[in-house]
């Protein structure tokens, strides 16, 4: 419509076998982007979707109008390997259900990252990042089942299983929680021009409640990492351990292009 505010539309099907639940997904719908500065993003839409999840609940079938918002602030140097600059993006999702009962609710997602740098050429950097989750209104059952918060793998707590982390109901029922906390660091220092040793630790929690009160639980990693810097981007090698129970035990190797936040 300007040269700054676009419109999109998107038709999307999946078929996601998860450790703990597997859904089956189609959702078609639309919106607008728009750039507020060179900084500053955002979007909001609407999308209807329908799943059918199996889960420890048993089986069921979902539908619901979701209406989407999202707004990103990035002040990094680069994206692929910063070094400076603080990164935020926040998105909420209201949502309603269509089917009978089903009610409506939210589900709130925010990423914060900071970098500063410092030493002889910025060979020394420090890197800290904060996620923050909760789904409110719906009964647990009417939340689609990827709308839950799982913690453990690369995107959370390294040397944790992948969604390792949920809400264990009973002793047989295990599902996503309404809450999420995850806080990463990093230091990462120039070995070279090319290589880049790094230290971390991660840690997650998941919680029943949207507001983290109630059940729920901790679980932590840490590990060592390299990086070898390409044209396309540092590509990325982590070994990572849990904190705790199973330390040293248990390593998890992560494999990817870019910094891990």
Same mark, same amino acid.
């Given at each position: 419509?300007?040269?700054?505010?676009?419109?999109?539309?998107? #038709?999307?099907?999946?078929?996601?076998?998860?450790?703990?639940?597997?859904?089956?997904? #189609?959702?078609?719908?639309?919106?607008?982007?728009?750039?507020?500065?060179?900084?500053?993003?955002?979007?909001?839409?609407?999308?209807?979707?329908?799943?059918?999840?199996?889960?420890?609940l048993g089986n069921r079938e979902l539908q619901h109008l979701l209406f989407p918002l999202r707004a990103t602030w990035d002040r990094r140097d680069d994206?692929?390997?910063?070094?400076?600059?603080?990164?935020?993006?926040?998105?909420?999702?209201?949502?309603? &259900?269509?089917?009978?009962? &089903?009610?409506?609710?939210?589900?709130?997602?925010?990423?914060?990252?900071?970098?500063?740098?410092?030493?002889?050429?910025?060979?020394?950097?420090?890197?800290?990042?904060?996620?923050?989750?909760?789904?409110?209104?719906?009964?647990?059952?009417?939340?689609?089942?990827?709308?839950?918060?799982?913690? &453990?793998? #690369?995107?959370?707590?390294?040397?944790?299983?992948?969604?390792?982390?949920?809400?264990?109901?009973?002793?047989?029922?295990?599902?996503?929680?309404?809450?999420?906390? &995850?806080?990463?660091?990093?230091?990462?220092?120039?070995?070279?021009?090319?290589?880049?040793?790094?230290? *971390?630790?991660?840690?997650?929690?998941?919680?029943?409640?949207?507001?983290?009160?109630?059940?729920?639980?901790w679980h932590s990693g840490a590990g060592i990492g390299a990086r070898y810097f390409t044209a396309v981007g540092p590509i990325r090698v982590d070994l990572a351990t849990p904190i705790g129970e199973n330390a040293g035990e248990n390593i998890e190797l992560y494999i990817g292009i870019g910094q891990a *936040?």
């Open positions: 419509f300007t040269p700054d505010t676009g419109a999109f539309l998107l #038709a999307n099907i999946e078929d996601n076998n998860e450790p703990d639940y597997s859904e089956r997904k #189609a959702e078609i719908g639309g919106g607008l982007t728009h750039i507020f500065s060179d900084q500053l993003t955002g979007e909001a839409g609407i999308t209807y979707r329908y799943s059918e999840i199996t889960d420890d994206p692929l390997n910063p070094t400076s600059g603080l990164y935020l993006d926040v998105s909420l999702t209201p949502f309603i &259900g269509l089917d009978d009962g &089903g009610g409506a609710g939210t589900r709130l997602y925010v990423d914060l990252r900071e970098h500063v740098s410092f030493g002889e050429n910025d060979r020394f950097t420090l890197a800290g990042r904060a996620q923050l989750g909760s789904v409110t209104g719906a009964d647990i059952e009417d939340v689609p089942a990827d709308m839950l918060f799982y913690s &453990g793998g #690369a995107g959370t707590v390294r040397g944790q299983r992948y969604q390792s982390l949920g809400v264990d109901l009973s002793p047989t029922v295990t599902i996503g929680g309404r809450s999420f906390l &995850g806080f990463s660091g990093e230091v990462r220092t120039m070995v070279s021009d090319s290589i880049q040793a790094v230290v *971390f630790a991660d840690t997650g929690f998941i919680g029943q409640d949207a507001f983290g009160t109630g059940r729920g639980e *936040f």
